[in-house]
């Protein structure tokens, strides 16, 4: 005698439970991500960081190669600065990488995505110009008169958003270093 018996076939597919669990996570993830990805103030500030610390040390080793001093002026208002080789006339040297006049311009009117970062302050003994010599010792310039003497202290600061990022300039050695 044959029975005959029904099975009920099961669907593939995902639980209400399954489902909703999955949603509430993506809720949280979103949540705790959505904010970081719009906001990367410390990553721009550090990357400024970083443009400067590489244009010092051009200036620096290009001083040292040429047996030339070199100056960086730094215009917190006009926000930028520009590599020197001489400084009467001042003589604004070619960028190395792509020829242009070595001026790095902050803020909206960058044009080499610096748009989002600020130049708060650079000073070298209270001065706004930075020389290094043909040995690569770095020099507090007076921009009224040139005249320069060894840097005792110097920092150069650049900010994107709350985040701020310090590139110090020691004396005599010239070692760049950035909190």
Known sequence: ?????????????????????????????????V???????DQRAAAAARVVVADLTYAQNRAVARQKTHYVVFSVSGKQY???????PQTVIAHPVDGSTYVVTFGSASTSGLKDMALQSAAFDG????????????LAVDPATGASSPLVVGSVVVTSGVYKMTVNVSPYSGELTVQ
Do not use: Y
């Open 82 to 88: 520009k590599v020197l080789d001489a400084w009467s």
């Open 127 to 138: 001065k706004a110009v930075l020389g290094f010599d043909a040995l690569g010792i770095p």
């Open 1 to 33: 005698m044959l029975t005959h018996t029904t099975r009920t076939a099961r669907r593939p597919g995902f639980t209400l439970i399954e489902i909703l669990g999955c949603v509430v996570i993506l809720g949280i993830l979103s949540a705790v991500i």
């Open 35 to 41: 904010p970081q990805i719009n906001s990367r103030d």
